[in-house]
Nanobody, 127 residues
Framework: QLQLVESGGGLVQPGGSLRLSCAAS????????IGWFRQAPGKEREGVSC????????NYADSVKGRFTISRDNAENTVYLQMSSLKPEDTAVYYC????????????????????WGQGTQVTVSS
């Protein structure tokens, strides 16, 4: 069974950091582009970041550029989202998603492209 499992969420003060992990089971992430999305209460799901299957291409939402870094370790079958300088507006449930990609240098901002989704992990930024 193909599964994605997010972890690493929690409560953090403004200005703090968290690292989210997205671990795959039942398949290898080597040929999959990965996206991170988030959804705050009462808001639409939005794209945060994505990374191509090779790791050679990444993309970030303007709201997180310079604060978040996406990376992948295909040997560990895991993708990470390092979040720094967190703000209260970063509070949301964060989801990772995967789509088979035949290009190692393309990733996708649109949630509709992705085939597999994790269950989400809550990130709360509050003092």
């Amino acid at each position: 069974q193909l599964q994605l499992v997010e972890s690493g969420g929690g409560l953090v003060q403004p200005g703090g950091s968290l690292r989210l992990s997205c671990a795959a089971s039942g398949f290898t992430l080597d040929y999959y582009a990965i996206g991170w999305f988030r959804q705050a209460p009462g808001k639409e799901r939005e794209g945060v970041s994505c990374i191509s299957s090779s790791g050679g291409s990444t993309n970030y939402a303007d709201s997180v550029k310079g604060r978040f870094t996406i990376s992948r370790d295909n040997a560990e079958n895991t993708v990470y989202l390092q979040m720094s300088s967190l703000k209260p507006e970063d509070t949301a449930v964060y989801y990772c998603a995967a789509v088979r990609s035949f290009s190692g240098y393309v990733c996708y901002d649109s949630a509709g492209v992705y085939d597999y989704w994790g269950q989400g992990t809550q990130v709360t930024v509050s003092s």
